[in-house]
């Protein structure tokens, strides 16, 4: 890795970290410059403007979650799809409670922007990225037999995403339990309904 990659790499994973404790919208180029030990100008050549900073950070971000979501659960040897996406959702609400606050990808998020954003268009990229693995999954449980034939897929997905949402806003008000076992109860009353059964 030559000099100018190797120093965006350590802008990169100070921004990620700073945005994990503080918020992306606490990214800034003058108050990363100081944490990088760098001069505002130094750092501005790299990325030219807040937002494509802001759009760096996730990236990076999208990265680290591919790492720690999706990595071990290729890596691991599972005996069924349900199993891998429990696997998967287990590490997801990991990733989620990993950050000072809640999810860096959730908190983001704003309905309603500009075309052109680069930070949006990039937590869409992310976001569409993962969705689109989970759906995948169900269509191979299909095809293994686990899943039922007529499986909706994209609305299993809906459903379970909409349970991660809800488990997000209850830990944030403080009534989700240790363990998240709401989610858990969701999460397992879907998988019975889904299921391939002998007609």
């Not at 999208?62 to 590490?91: Q, T």
């Not at 908190?107 to 930070?119: L, N, V, Y």
Request: glycine letters at 6%; aromatic letters at 12%.
């Amino acid at each position: 890795m030559n000099k100018k990659k190797q120093t965006r790499e350590q802008i990169l994973m100070a921004g990620f970290e700073m945005a994990s404790l503080e918020g992306l919208e606490s990214l800034t180029i003058g108050e990363l410059a100081k944490r990088v030990g760098m001069s505002k100008s130094g750092l501005f050549a790299h990325f030219n403007s807040r937002t494509n900073l802001q759009a760096a950070v996730v990236s990076y971000a999208g990265e680290r979650f591919a790492e720690r979501v999706i990595a071990p659960c290729r890596e691991a040897s599972h005996n069924s799809y349900e199993a891998k996406l429990r696997h998967m959702l287990d590490n997801w609400l990991t990733w989620n409670s990993s950050f000072q606050g809640s999810c860096m990808f959730l908190d983001a998020w704003r309905d309603g922007h500009a075309d052109d954003d680069p930070m949006q268009m990039m937590l869409e990229v992310i976001t569409k990225r993962w969705l689109d693995y989970l759906n995948i999954q169900f269509e191979k449980g299909i095809e293994a037999k686990e899943f039922r034939a007529d499986l909706d897929c994209w609305q299993t997905v809906y459903e379970m995403y909409g349970l991660y949402l809800s488990s997000h806003l209850f830990r944030t008000l403080s009534l989700e339990t240790q363990g998240a076992l709401k989610f858990w109860k969701g999460i397992d009353d879907l998988f019975v309904r889904i299921r391939y059964t002998e007609s």
